[in-house]
């Protein structure tokens, strides 16, 4: 069984994240910036990689777009959170049969598993596995 969360890439994520708790109420419960990359980039530093968002009774993933701009209708993937790596394994090659893969499905530096992919339809996933 997976659950889905909206991931959405911002031009400022903690901007945009603090905009959502003032409408909806919630708090941020995590962030990750690139400077937690292996070998991270300069010119990201400082920028969040991964923000998790609770606001209005739900969860919300949000980041800020690294090298790519942010246009409106390409700037949100869904994301399916599995409890088992082969469920997730699955889904992944199940989904992005005849798509384009962003990044394959694999253990990822921060121990989750994890990839990302366009579908041939269009819409973009995100796979993951937490270790916890």
């Known amino acids: 069984m ?3 969360y909206p991931y959405l890439f911002c031009k400022d994520a903690r901007a945009q994240a603090d905009f959502y708790i003032k ?3 919630g708090e941020i419960e995590s962030v990750q910036t690139y400077d937690e990359m292996p070998d991270p980039d300069p010119a990201l530093e400082g920028r969040v990689m991964h923000l998790v968002l609770q606001a ?3 969860r919300i993933f949000m980041a ?9 209708g390409t700037n949100i993937d869904l ?3 599995f409890t088992s790596v082969e469920e997730a394994e699955k889904a992944f090659g199940g989904l992005s049969e005849g798509g384009d893969i962003f990044m ?3 253990k990822m530096f921060w121990g989750d598993y994890f990839g990302r992919f366009q579908d041939r339809y269009g819409v973009r996933w995100q796979i993951s596995v937490s270790e916890e």
Do not use: H, M, R, V
Request: charged residues 25%; negative net charge.
């Open 79 to 81: 994301t399916l959170e």
């Open 64 to 72: 800020d777009a690294a090298n790519q701009e942010i246009e409106p």
């Open 104 to 106: 394959p499905f694999e």
């Open 23 to 25: 409408s909806l109420g």
């Open 56 to 58: 209005g009774g739900i």
């Open 2 to 4: 997976a659950k889905l």
